[in-house]
């Protein structure tokens, strides 16, 4: 391996979610192992612009690993968008001798990340850290497995009230422009219906189906909406509807909301956003810039940013069909 790069800059940009705690500390740790120097930015691209920077060791990051958020907070830069404020930032990490950077974030991150390294050939690293799961060259992001945890056992309380009192549950979770959490929460906690924005189910198809399920014999009703869906404005317009033409139900909504992105990180996403943190640094090591690090088939794979940018994740058609199948 190259050894060309003598400090590194780690960073967390965008929404919060869990796992990214778990990056910092390998991406602190590999520079250890290998003689690197590390720095830690405070509040993403804003941090970078105020000179918001912190040498990191080994011990900087103990007791982390299993904890939610991020310890170098995140912040959306408006200043970070014009060219002026990226010039600013690149002059405080020429000043810190910070010589790459490895950001962890969503596709806005990237997209900040793709337009520095244009501008100036700064080396970027980026490692994808979104519950939504919605960036391309990789089958899991950051925070995903454990956000669906977290909603599975929202949705396995929710039930328990759902069946005591005969009533339909529209339960909203993120999801604005993907379903990844909606159809996998929905499949795992045995929801009868699942929305989201690829399947457009429409308002006569929900009706059928729930009404299906009446006549089999459910009292209760369990339907996860992902908040992008685009049957109605959104998920109490639906309750509305539902209760116009289905008076026998007691209809009501949940809106799990920002409780998906906390908690402590499953072991699945510890161990992946360890995997990550090393990926990404040995790829600055070897002089590769402009990739995202990505989980396919199991193995750390690099797709550049651009493409996990421009790219759409697409939702698995054979979970789908899974789905079709249980609500029967």
């Known amino acids: 391996m190259s050894t060309n790069i003598t400090k590194i800059g780690v960073m967390t940009s965008g929404g919060d979610a869990p796992g990214m705690n778990a990056a910092i500390r390998s991406v602190v740790r590999t520079c250890a192992y290998h003689n690197i120097d590390c720095v830690g930015i405070f509040r993403g691209y804003d941090g970078i612009i105020e000179g918001l920077f912190q040498p990191m060791n080994a011990r900087s990051v103990k007791g982390i690993i299993n904890k939610g958020g991020t310890i170098l907070k995140s912040a959306r830069s408006d200043e970070f968008r014009t060219k002026q404020g990226r010039k600013k930032a690149y002059d405080c990490l020429v000043k810190e001798g910070i010589q790459a950077l490895i950001v962890i974030g969503g596709d806005g991150t990237f997209t900040g990340a793709l337009v520095f390294n244009e501008e100036f050939n700064f080396p970027v690293i980026g490692i994808p850290g979104t519950i939504d799961n919605d960036i391309y ?21 929710i039930r328990d009230t759902a069946s005591s009192h005969n009533r339909l549950f529209f339960i909203e979770v993120m999801g604005r422009d993907v379903g990844h959490i909606a159809l996998n929460a929905g499949v795992g906690a045995g929801a009868e219906e699942v929305l989201i924005p690829e399947e457009d189910l429409g308002l006569d198809r929900l009706l059928d189906s729930l009404n299906r399920s009446k006549q089999s014999g459910k009292s209760s009703s369990i339907v996860v909406v992902a908040e992008g869906d685009k049957i109605g404005k959104n998920v109490f317009e639906l309750k509305d509807y539902v209760d116009e ?19 402590s990180p499953s072991c699945f996403d510890r161990v ?5 943190g090393v990926k990404a640094v040995e790829t600055l090591m070897q002089g590769k810039t402009n990739y995202m690090v990505g989980l396919l088939n199991n193995l750390m794979e690099l797709t550049p940013l651009k493409k996990a940018i421009k790219g759409k994740s697409k939702i ?4 789908l069909r899974v789905s079709d199948i249980m609500t029967t």
Request: proline share 0%.
């Open 137 to 157: 060259g990789t089958t899991h992001t950051l925070g995903f497995d454990t956000a669906l945890n977290t909603v599975v056992e929202a949705i396995d309380k």
């Open 316 to 319: 698995n058609k054979e979970l």
């Open 245 to 263: 033409h289905m008076s026998y139900y007691d209809v009501r909504v949940s809106v799990l909301g920002h409780m998906q992105r906390g908690g």
């Open 272 to 276: 992946l956003a360890s995997r990550m």
